[in-house]
């Protein structure tokens, strides 16, 4: 069923712009041009008046851990291994498919109430199986958010056993589940070995064949922490890019997460392969891991969207937090306010996000799919409005978001969850808790 969207402002061809309406049709943008001519060529069509609001494009979380949302608040302010084995590695044999359905519940409801419309979750605690997977996949279609999948491949011993697979099994596993839902309008699956510490050799090469099978990209961990750069030195005598670059996998279906810890050298060649990067500055301060050089990285070619990563080491799940964080950071570090913009940020968490999952979202236009948010105008946080864009960035609250459309659904209206009650959310959260009492 075709509707026309109106509003007070969109942004439309990377400006806000006043007197336009959007039409969408099955789940795409069909047309945006001027409303009044719109409403004459489409007359009878249903129409919503967003009055009062502005419309810009959902936001792509490109890296997440959705079951990590039921661990926020434990360990903090701990250095990264302690974190890690006090709150990812001690809570993991409790995470069954029931646990693991409500984190990706509760995880993916904050993120539509925050403007999420796509998430990619870097997911890995396979229990032996798909199970678990299906039950993010389930959790994702009850609330209505675009997903990806990122299947993590992991079969280094020190891990809970949950975590790790063989090389066969893993590819097995994930090319099932790839092949399962090849063609849904809303899930993807994506190969992603965890990392050079976390996975081997062999995983890492057959993580990158699987993706060139699959023809989708691969996502992978590196360089996040010192650690990993000395066990890589250690080990190969190289640095860990160079040390993927002796594996045939840095290439233009590489996502990258987090990239702290480079060299010059490493840099230049990411950028000369096309590789990516899922950016996730909050993370990386919460965890001291460290600044990335992201003005370095844009500068070699390398493309650069934004994640949250999860909820227990970062502690929101919102891409405009980030998308504000990755500026001041890196003008923080550099002492240069010039070093980066509003705009470069902006698209890393909307168009370059869906540029690099392979997915028509991101950004308002024809063809596109109808995944986009609307903001109060009249919300403190963004005026004056003559700096509407600069305050999307830099000034925006989570209260201001008010309507959430994802494939031509309304999952987020007047700031209310309509496909999942948020109480029931919680609700099941704390009657996890009870259990694990």
């Not at 490109?62 to 079951?67: G, I, K, L, T, V």
């Not at 968490?349 to 999952?357: A, Q, R, S, W, Y």
Request: aromatic residues 8%; charged residues 25%.
């Amino acid at each position: 069923m075709a509707i026309l969207y109106k509003a007070d402002s969109i942004y439309y061809k990377e400006t806000f712009q006043k007197g336009l309406a959007i039409l969408v049709d099955n789940g795409v943008i069909q047309e945006v041009g001027d409303a009044k001519a719109l409403e004459a060529k489409y007359a009878g069509v249903e129409q919503k008046d967003w009055s009062g609001k502005a419309i810009v494009p959902g936001t792509v979380n490109a890296h997440n851990h959705s079951f990590q949302s039921l661990l926020r608040g434990i360990a903090v302010d701990r250095p990264f291994l302690e974190w890690r084995d006090q709150a990812l590695y001690k809570f993991s044999p409790l995470l069954d498919e029931d646990a693991i359905y409500t984190g990706a519940l509760f995880a993916f409801g904050e993120m539509l109430k925050y403007g999420v419309t796509t998430v990619s979750d870097f997911f890995y605690v396979h229990n032996g199986g798909n199970d678990t997977d299906e039950a993010v996949i389930q959790a994702a279609k009850d609330l209505g958010i675009r997903l990806v999948l990122a299947r993590t491949m992991y079969d280094w011993n020190g891990a809970p056993i949950g975590f790790q697979e063989t090389v066969q099994d893993a590819v097995q596993r994930t090319r099932s589940l790839a092949i399962k839902y090849q063609g849904d309008p809303m899930v993807d699956i994506h190969p992603a070995p965890h990392s050079p510490h976390a996975a081997s050799p062999e995983m890492i090469k057959a993580g990158h064949r699987l993706a060139q099978e699959l023809n989708t990209p691969f996502h992978i961990h590196v360089a996040e922490e010192m650690f990993e750069v000395e066990e890589t030195l250690e080990k190969y005598r190289l640095r860990p890019v160079h040390y993927l670059d002796q594996l045939g996998v840095i290439d233009e279906r590489m996502i990258a997460i987090h990239l702290v810890w480079l060299e010059d050298s490493e840099i230049r060649l990411l950028g000369e392969r096309k590789a990516a990067l899922a950016y996730c500055p909050s993370s990386n301060m919460f965890l001291s891991d460290g600044v990335t050089r992201i003005p370095d990285l844009l500068q070699s070619g390398v493309r650069i969207s934004l994640g949250s990563d999860g909820a227990c080491s970062n502690n929101r799940i919102s891409i405009f937090e980030e998308m504000r964080m990755c500026s001041l950071l890196q003008k923080v570090t550099r002492l240069d306010g010039t070093c980066i913009n509003a705009k470069q940020v902006f698209d890393m968490g909307t168009k370059v996000g869906g540029e690099l999952l392979r997915l028509p979202v991101g950004v308002i236009q024809e063809g596109y799919k109808a995944d986009f948010v609307t903001l109060d105008l009249n919300d403190l946080s963004l005026s004056p409005k003559q700096e509407l864009f600069a305050n999307v960035v830099y000034s925006l609250q989570p209260n201001a978001i008010q309507d959430v459309v994802v494939n031509g659904k309304t999952i987020v209206e007047e700031g209310t969850l309509q496909s999942v009650s948020q109480k029931s959310i919680v609700d099941k959260v704390d009657r996890l808790f009870d259990k694990w009492r």
